[in-house]
T-cell receptor
Framework: EAQVTQNPRYLITVTGKKLTVTCSQN?????MSWYRQDPGLGLRQIYY???????DKGDVPEGYKVSRKEKRNFPLILESPSPNQTSLYFC?????????????FGDGTRLSIL | DQQVKQNSPSLSVQEGRISILNCDYT??????FLWYKKYPAEGPTFLIS?????DKNEDGRFTVFLNKSAKHLSLHIVPSQPGDSAVYFC??????????FGTGTRLKVLA
């Protein structure tokens, strides 16, 4: 089954404790992206990657890091999480790099930073 | 500055009637627009899209209209069904790989 898998689905942690949210897709997609969803703000793009070793900033990259060492994986790293990073996070992927390719989303990771 | 706006946070429609969801944008460089549907506890799923070279795209009960001069697009669902109750996001992109999403409209279809 074609899917984007995020782990963990839920996490409660404390300020400053480094964490990584993993994202894996089994569709051999070139494009992957991370979003956060906040009430009243919709979905905002954090980082995206056009292929292995190629990443770029979205609209809200501050406080986040990403890496793309393999095509299927695109982890999101919070080196020193803060309460304003409490949010619902989505990973997405799409085939090719054309802007007209619809993205497939994972089911989300709810992070709470205390 | 919100480049993509969905000014109606919520909308209620009777089953069988038309649902119209609206989206406005400010960046004239956007050349592709997409609609996603999101159920609770799930990720968004792609619904329909439209290129800026078109003014209408249809897929079954779903039609998207684009008015470039007004920088406005709308999603029409006819007939609306209770299973259409969800949050709908419009998104735009413009030749880069960045996507800008609206804030979403919660549609409730009443049986």
């Amino acid at each position: 089954e074609a899917q984007v898998t995020q782990n963990p689905r839920y996490l409660i942690t404390v300020t400053g404790k480094k964490l990584t949210v993993t994202c894996s897709q089994n569709m051999n997609h070139e494009y992957m992206s991370w979003y956060r969803q906040d009430p009243g703000l919709g979905l905002r793009q954090i980082y995206y990657s056009m292929n292995v070793e190629v990443t770029d900033k979205g609209d809200v990259p501050e406080g986040y890091k990403v890496s793309r060492k393999e095509k299927r994986n695109f982890p999101l790293i919070l080196e020193s999480p803060s309460p304003n990073q409490t949010s619902l996070y989505f990973c997405a992927s799409s085939t090719g790099t054309g802007s007209f390719q619809p993205q497939h989303f994972g089911d989300g990771t709810r992070l709470s930073i205390l | 500055d919100q480049q993509v706006k969905q000014n109606s946070p919520s909308l209620s429609v009777q089953e069988g009637r038309i649902s119209i969801l609206n989206c406005d944008y400010t960046n004239s460089m956007f050349d592709y627009f997409l609609w996603y549907k999101k159920y609770p506890a799930e990720g968004p799923t792609f619904l329909i899209s439209i290129s800026s070279i078109k003014d209408k795209n249809e897929d079954g009960r779903f039609t998207v209209f684009l008015n470039k001069s007004a920088k406005h697009l709308s999603l029409h669902i006819v007939p609306s069904q209770p299973g259409d109750s969800a949050v709908y996001f419009c998104a735009a992109t413009g030749g880069t790989y960045k996507y800008i999403f609206g804030t979403g409209t919660r549609l409730k279809v009443l049986a």
